[in-house]
């Protein structure tokens, strides 16, 4: 068995800026070592499985990782970065990075490698060790547990009893019987998570004196509890993201439900509340069907955990479909800068085709990209249903995507037709059925009962009123002018730069590359205007960092030089790095820029049918020169505003100092 990481893997000057930076290189070291065969398809699986829950993690880790048929080899590789890297933790950027690359057949014993490296990352000597060592080599012996030996209460799966975790021998029943509880713990691809929230569960309840056994349903293998244990147990705590197996165990026992990441980063109150349940006598009703699943972290109200678990099913959704509607408008975008705009009324090139003629070879990139924007609302709306239901979810999904064209009802009937699907087939998991039927409702009985009931709402119920809705929204993009198309681009721009990458950005953007599916006037302004304002936030902070330098720090200087490329792509992650530090000045003046750019660009006219590509696609861009002032004024307002707030800092907090070496202090201290 090949070594899962080797010192050609190890980064200990890790200078990507953002989470999808990083990723790619450290993707890069595994397709050198040839353990990754495409890179790009590789990351869109790990962009995928980060766009169902953020994976970082308090203590300053990220552990982006995926399943993907693009993996040749089981294969970890760190990275360790000075500036730290935004992966969605609480606690604020990581600093160690662990990407996990497993095969789409990955075998146990590798998978079960995996597991104890998840488990390792909740040992604080560990981490420490990775952040004071100084040679890649020694890193790597460290991270396959070479060097040094782990502490006995943190050992591989495989040593601790059938149907126990590891950790849960260390709190063997005593004399006074103490309080019981078994737990569950689960993700989407069971690689890491999984494993991080089981043993700081087990480290929790020895801290508490509490016997605790934990049931990890991950990839590395699923060994069901013993029957003896969950009836002495005094409560039950579920710590998942993806629906529990065989629920009907723990029926009769207090319950404490929440989403895997609360496993891990905040065991204590978990095991507390399942007490105080305990101590009320509070008995969850658990059916032996029930699918439903809380993928937020157990706080607030139910309303804040649909909205949660809203989000991330139509953030799995657009994901999903944003490399159709780049590949198909990029297509489409060049089929229109060689053979022009009538290129979307020529003849099947099936039909007629010459090799020596430009105006059949901008018929085949137009038609070929209309075939890539087919699929957007199918695939829109059937991984909106997986993201609620996995894989019994997908058909009716995407049948609910394909009637929402034939109906007309568009992007919105695909969000529709996606939450529907999903909603129908979890319904159906609830439901109890003979042990007999039980192997073949995934893959026969859901799909067919669940893409008819779906197939019935599209057609006769909500399709048309959808599609009226659709018609509505198109008529009223078509007449924006004035001072209602300023406005509108004015919201976009805020969104676009309010979380950089973020829900809202994203909502934008899918708002805007909906269009796209069908596009019209007022449609292709809109992907003009959310494009400009998501290309300000790094130029921005590019442009401040070279007119104003001793206002930044070093990391931050190089960081500046580095975002007039991704300012320049559209990449309007690079100035995440910039608002982690400083959120309070960076945020408020991009978002300052992002909508004087909106507003100009929706007041110039100018529309775009690329959904992608920055200034490379300027050619393809309407009033090209009147977009790039738009981006250009917005950069200025931004920079500008940066600059006035962090001078004004400087005079009042240290007006003698250099903002620059106590800003690398200031980060320093951060990470």
Known sequence: MSELITADLV??????PTKDA????????????????DLDGFLADVAAREAQMPTGLDGGIGIPHCRSEHVSAPTLAFGRSAAGVDFGAADG?????????????????????LSGLARRLMDPEFTAALRAGTEPAAAAALIRGEEPAEPAAE???EHAEPGRDAGAEAAEPAADAPFRVVAVTSCPTGIAHTYMAAESLAAAGRDQGVEITVETQGSAGFTKLDPAVIAAADAVIWAHDVEVREKGRFRGKPLVDVGVKAGINRPAELIAEARRKAERGEVAAVAEGDGATDASDGSGTDHAHFGVRLRTYLMSGVSYMVPFVAAGGLLIALSFAIGGYETADAKSVADHFVWGEADSWAALLNQTGSAAFGFLVPVLAGYIAYGMADRPALVPGFVGGAIALTVNAGFLGGLVAGLLAGAVVMAIQRVPVHA????????????LIASAVVGFLMFIVVGKPIASLQNALTDWLNGLSGSNAVILGVVLGLMMCFDMGGPLNKVAYAFAVGGLADPTPGSLKVMAAVMAAGMVPPLAMALATTVRKKLFTKTERENGRAAWVLGASFITEGAIPFAAADPLRVIPSVMAGGAVTGALSMAFGATLRAPHGGVFVVPLIGEPFLYLLAVAAGTLVAAALVVLLKGARRTTSDPAGDPAASGESRVAVTA
């Open 93 to 113: 950027p990581a600093d160690l990075i662990f990407l996990i690359a497993a095969p789409a057949g990955a075998d146990d014993d590798h998978l079960t490698i």
């Open 11 to 16: 980064d200990l000057d890790l200078s990507a």
């Open 22 to 37: 990083a990723a790619r290189s450290l993707a890069e070291r595994m397709v050198a070592a040839h353990r990754v065969t």
């Open 155 to 157: 050992q591989e799966p």
């Open 436 to 447: 007999t039927l039980r192997g073949i409702m995934p893959v026969l009985v859901i799909p």
